[in-house]
């Protein structure tokens, strides 16, 4: 249940995004001046992709996420973004929107959490004028939010029970880390691999007034690069790295030992 009280901000990227679009393509902003290469098929592009679970988010019932995708090039040293001349689109599934690439330095879409499923999304393009669509990534997702719950303090540390996960991720591939925070103040723990369910946190000590905790756990489920020189045509991308983070919060009343008196899920 969604408490009505005072919210801290859990993602500013998810705060600033308008909720009325469900995808968009942001304007390139970076020193290099992208390029138009010569063939844009999957074996000579290189690509970037970011999963932000704002496990809260209002317009979602279990949360909203925003995937979003870069492409480069490795017809040039060093590898220059992608100016997409002939109708080459992407799509990720939990969207209904499909995006026409062109000369932007990202695209992103809003999806709901698939918990227990997966983020897929595609890439569309012509070879030899006929259409065809490679998978860029496939993340399978945690089966269960965060659910993040303060735990009494111990010697002024703050312990948090989380749900671990994704479980097919390698635990050593994921990190979580704990911010506390309260009015004019917070205390930020380490971000330490993820093992079992139980957090230690920051001493929480010097905090006061109402305020939340939040988590976030970050995986790379995806990192590879291949040297495709001899794939010309083939499905497989130069490229991918996908990082996939998730955030949740949970509120509570700080007095001045830094003890909790009170906390719900937000």
């Known amino acids: 249940m969604r408490s009505t009280r005072v919210r801290y901000p859990i993602l500013l990227l998810l705060g600033l995004v308008p909720i009325l679009f469900n995808a968009c393509a942001s304007g390139s902003g970076s020193s290099d001046p992208p390029v138009t290469p010569d063939t844009t098929i999957p074996s000579t592009l290189q690509v970037t992709a970011s999963i932000a679970e704002d496990q809260e988010a209002s317009d979602g019932t279990n949360g909203m996420s925003v995937i979003t995708l870069g492409f480069s090039t490795r017809e ?37 959490i698939p918990y227990n499923s997966s983020y897929i999304c595609y890439y569309h393009y012509l070879l030899n004028g006929q259409k065809e669509r490679a998978t860029i990534f496939t993340v399978h997702t945690a089966k269960h939010p965060l659910s ?102 949970y509120e509570v009343s700080w007095f001045a030992s830094g003890s909790p008196t009170q906390g719900t899920n937000s």
């Open 76 to 112: 040039t040293k060093p590898p220059s973004q992608v100016i997409f001349m002939n109708g080459e689109s992407v799509n990720c599934e939990g969207n209904n929107n499909s995006i026409t690439l062109g000369n932007f330095t990202s695209y992103w879409f809003r999806v709901a």
């Open 148 to 249: 993040p719950v303060l735990l009494r303090p111990a010697n002024g540390n703050i312990h948090v029970r989380y749900v671990p996960g994704p479980e097919i991720t390698n635990s050593s591939n994921c990190t979580v880390q704990v911010t506390a925070n309260a009015p004019n103040q917070s205390a930020s723990g380490n971000t330490v691999s993820q093992k079992g369910d139980i957090y230690t946190g920051p001493d929480a000590g010097s905090l006061n007034g109402l305020g939340n905790i939040v988590m976030t756990r970050s995986c790379v489920p995806i990192n590879y690069h291949h040297d495709n020189d001899a794939d010309d045509h083939g499905l497989t991308f130069a490229a991918v790295k996908v990082t996939y983070t998730s955030t949740a919060s």
